[in-house]
Each structure stands twice: as structure tokens, then as C-alpha cells.
């Protein structure tokens, strides 16, 4: 039978509906595979960005001693990350030193945390020894490089510290000072080890656990 053109466009017209209801159909349902697609992309970037904001440089790992003080905390923190020294061994030692005063001072003219003295200071590049920040970076240059004169030994690079280097040469050990033995002693019964790698300051990071861990810091929606 042949169809008007009246006829041929009513026919048409006929099956509007369906194409509305199809065209709704496959809108609809696309667009959720592309959401699903989607999804883990997205939560991948989510937790990420929660990471990002957890995991800043002011973390402190929680068995890293504290002074009291946040902004001391992260001086010695920092100055222990940047030099590979694990920060619970400059606590040591600067609680033995000064009790984290930073204007302290000796009778023989030791200053500040770390307590230097002068002509170490100049040696290690620190120009204010009033200054925490100068004092502890100081510091700690100078106990990494006596961990690493006597390979890890934390009882001879502590001893080296608070009578010098050429005294534990000069006894091929600890010095027979009443004061050195005890400030040995004293620093590694807080710190607990006796003895420190010599590590770079990445694999320290890691060595000593001074960063956060990142299966810790996910969402549940990423570990699905």
C-alpha cells in the first residue's frame, strides 16, 4: 500500500514516542558507565589530595620525644631528617645538654641546645649559637660526623662530642672522665641503641620511620 505523504509523515510521527524513550534510555545509561568508569579515578584523586594534607612537614612520629615546644620539636626534627641523625638521638643529647634551654651556657663556654663551643661552631658553619635553628643544625652536623669517624659507634661518637675526637683516640675509647662516662652512659640509656647507621638522609627517612604510613592515611573507598 502506498502512504500519502500525510500518511508517511503520521507514520513517523507514530514512533516519536519510542525514539524519545530510547534516545532517554541509552543518555541514562551511558552516562552511568562513564561515571563508574569514572569512580576510581576519582576516589584515587580524593585520597590522594587527603594524603596531601595529612602527610605535611609538620609531622613528628609519636615515639619522637618532645621538648615542649612544637616549633623546637621541628627544628631538631627537621635538622635530624636533612642530615640523616635520627631525631630520638638529638633529643638525647640536647636534654643532656641543656634541657632544651636555648640560651644555656657552661663554665667552660659551651652555648645554647647543642652547647658549642665557639671554635666548633665556627667549624660547623653556625654563625648565632643563640639561635635554635643555627645551634641544632650545627649540632647535628658535628654528631654525624662523629657517628661516621667512629663507624655507627654511639658510645665513642657521644664521648668524641663531650671531650673531643682526640681523646677517644688518644684512649682508643671512652676517655677516663667521671663527666664522659656519665654523659655517655646518661644519652644512651635514653636513646636505647648503640649504634647508629650511616645512612643518607632518603634511606634514613625511611631507616628511622620519620614519615608517615600511607596505608594508614587511606580512605576505606580506596581499599576496596
Given amino acids: 500500500m502506498t502512504l500519502s505523504p500525510f500518511g508517511a509523515r503520521f507514520s513517523s510521527f507514530k514512533f516519536a ?11 541514562n545509561v551511558t552516562g552511568l558507565l562513564f561515571n563508574i568508569a569514572l569512580a576510581p579515578s576519582a576516589r584515587a584523586s580524593a585520597n590522594a589530595d587527603l594524603v596531601a594534607l595529612i602527610r605535611d612537614e609538620n609531622y613528628i612520629p609519636a615515639d619522637v620525644p618532645t621538648s615542649g615546644n612544637r616549633d623546637l620539636d621541628l627544628i631538631i626534627f627537621r635538622a ?21 634551654k636555648i640560651q644555656a651556657r657552661s663554665h667552660a663556654g659551651a652555648q645554647g641546645l647543642m652547647q658549642m663551643i665557639p671554635a666548633t661552631a665556627r667549624r660547623f658553619g653556625c654563625a648565632n649559637v643563640n639561635d635554635p635553628a643555627d645551634n641544632v ?30 681523646s677517644v683516640d688518644k684512649y682508643d675509647g671512652i676517655p677516663p672522665y667521671n663527666e664522659t662516662q656519665n654523659y655517655v652512659r646518661i644519652i644512651t640509656g635514653r636513646y ?6 650511616l645512612l643518607t638522609p632518603e634511606d634514613a627517612v625511611s631507616a628511622f620511620r620519620l614519615t608517615q604510613d600511607i596505608a594508614q592515611l587511606q580512605t576505606p573507598t580506596t581499599q576496596q
Fill in 17 to 27: 514516542p519510542f525514539a524519545v524513550v530510547a534516545l532517554f534510555l541509552f543518555t
Fill in 80 to 100: 635530624g631528617k636533612q642530615y640523616g641523625v635520627d631525631p630520638r638521638l638529638l633529643h638525647a643529647v640536647i636534654w643532656q645538654e641543656s634541657k632544651y
Fill in 137 to 166: 643544625q650545627a649540632g647535628t652536623r658535628y654528631l654525624r660526623f662523629l657517628l661516621k669517624r667512629f663507624n655507627g659507634n654511639v658510645s665513642l661518637a657521644l664521648a668524641g662530642y663531650n671531650a673531643g675526637e682526640g
Fill in 192 to 197: 636505647g641503641k648503640s649504634f647508629h647507621p
